[in-house]
């Protein structure tokens, strides 16, 4: 099995820590843009091979590998909802990031301000819930946890004004697999 992406990437780090928890065998490859535009008709990391298989999404490549190892991917609708939320959030603020890297000026355009709002509501529906301080986690929280791993890693979102998040992400820091997987500082 082998799968591409890169060490910053919070869907990448999702299914990396799936891969230490299954405990299955895993080649990393890190690419950066040119080579996940040769290789995905995403043109985005991550993604997957395992002989046959080519996965192009995170969140098929960690269904795939807790079914693999015999584990339930969200087990409930309420948990792919949360994850579904999640992930709203993170393709949101990535695509701001971008944008802005880029010297676009997000208060300018319509849509993009509306973005913005977007993941301010998100983020005030995330601290309402109720989230673990320890493991174990499910697959919307450890997604959360790297997503707010990648946030203050890029300097996207003040989490000062949400105090559940910080208390959750404050017990991920403590877990052996969110640890293992920390991106290096840059």
């Not at 971008?98 to 977007?118: H, M, N, S």
């Not at 998100?122 to 959360?144: C, F």
Request: net charge negative; glycine share 4%; charged share 20%.
């Amino acid at each position: 099995m082998k799968l591409y992406g890169s060490y910053t990437s919070p869907f990448v780090r999702h299914v990396r820590i799936v891969l230490l928890e299954t405990a299955q065998p895993c080649e990393f490859i890190e690419t950066d843009q040119t080579g996940s535009s040769a290789k995905s008709p995403t043109q985005r990391v991550p993604f997957l091979e395992d002989g046959n298989i080519f996965l192009t999404d995170s969140a098929s490549i960690t269904k795939y590998l807790r079914e693999k190892a015999g584990q339930d991917y969200c087990k409930t609708a309420k948990e792919l909802d949360d994850l579904c939320l999640v992930n709203t959030l993170m393709d949101a603020t990535v695509n701001l990031f971008f944008i802005k890297r880029d010297g676009v000026d997000i208060t300018a355009v319509p849509y993009l301000q509306r973005q913005a709002a977007r993941i301010q509501s998100t983020l005030a529906e995330l601290n309402q819930s109720m989230l673990p301080v320890a493991a174990p986690y499910n697959d919307a929280q450890l997604r959360l946890a790297c997503f707010i791993s990648w946030a203050k890693l890029r300097n996207q979102i003040d989490f000062s004004a949400y105090e559940n998040l910080e208390a959750f992400y404050a017990g991920a820091l403590n877990y052996s697999y969110f640890i293992a997987t920390q991106p290096p500082q840059s």
